[in-house]
């Protein structure tokens, strides 16, 4: 079998993603059978520039991250983008609803000035190169990322679910987080993570990004039935829905 050689690169991220896949343990082993590995900082210490899927954490900060991203392009016949930091900027896009420079300072302080430190407003990866293939979450889900794999090895497309976490939700029979009068981001947000959050007794905070055509209506619906308002839905996206 001719093994898909596959490099793994991460650019702003707190690298939950990665550590996700290390996390595989014994699954890992059996993704590293069916693929050639041939590039992951945080996994191994060799390095190439022949891949033919790359893979990709994290998000775009820094002017120079742009060109090295065209660079992984250029050399990948596919390209996914690993976790919410890459698929959509993620939490680093907080940034851009602020003055950059005040934002250094913050962060910095006096060493705000030295060049290593330059930023630039937070980009997805798809915002600065083509993207094949999403993998969604904060942290990803590891079932989804061996399911893409697998796909990919086998040359079919992966099928990433595009209808709203409450669908899940509600085939585990959770009772809805607005019953205790809290607000969730469900009815708007990408399935795919089996509800984790409602699961485990706390709302969905939107980690998996929008729905291509949210219902936006009826999400509106149930806020007003719970006695919220948009507002207040607005205020929680603001982790995961910045442009
Ligand atoms: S998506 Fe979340 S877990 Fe993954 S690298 Fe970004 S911040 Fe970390
Ligand atoms: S709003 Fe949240 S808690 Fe309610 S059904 Fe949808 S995902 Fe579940
Ligand atoms: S329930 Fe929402 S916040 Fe939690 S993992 Fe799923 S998409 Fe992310």
């Given amino acids: 079998m001719n093994k898909p050689k596959v490099a793994i690169f991460d650019f702003a ?11 595989m343990e014994e699954e890992i082993l059996d993704l590293i059978s069916i693929v050639r590995l041939v590039e992951w900082r945080e996994g191994m210490s060799e390095q190439s520039e022949e891949y033919d ?18 660079q992984i392009r250029g050399r990948a016949k596919i390209l996914v983008a690993l976790g919410a930091c890459a698929t959509d900027g993620g939490v680093n896009k907080m ?9 250094k300072q913050v962060v910095y302080g006096a060493d705000s000035a030295l060049p290593h430190l330059d930023s630039a407003p937070t980009k997805a990866v798809d915002e600065v190169v083509p993207v094949d293939y999403k993998i969604y979450g904060c942290p990803i889900d590891r079932r989804e990322f061996a399911y893409v794999v697998r796909s990919l090895v ?5 099928e990433i679910p595009n ?4 669908v899940e939700c509600k085939r585990k029979e959770n009772v809805c987080r607005y019953e205790y009068q809290e607000i969730c981001l469900g009815p708007i947000t990408r399935a795919g993570c089996d509800a984790r959050c409602p699961s485990f007794g706390t709302w969905c905070f939107g980690c998996r990004g929008s729905v291509d055509e949210s219902n936006v209506q009826a999400a509106r619906e149930v806020m007003e039935r719970y006695g919220k308002n948009v507002e207040d839905l607005e205020d929680r996206m603001l982790l995961f829905s910045n442009k």
């Fill in 154 to 158: 086998m040359g079919k497309r992966p």
């Fill in 13 to 23: 991220g707190c690298e939950g993603c990665q550590l996700q896949i290390v996390n």
């Fill in 95 to 103: 940034k851009n609803r602020f003055d950059l420079q005040e934002v």
């Fill in 53 to 70: 899927v790359a893979i990709v954490e994290g998000s775009i900060t820094r002017p120079q991250d742009e060109e090295k991203l065209r």
């Fill in 163 to 166: 209808y709203p976490v409450c």
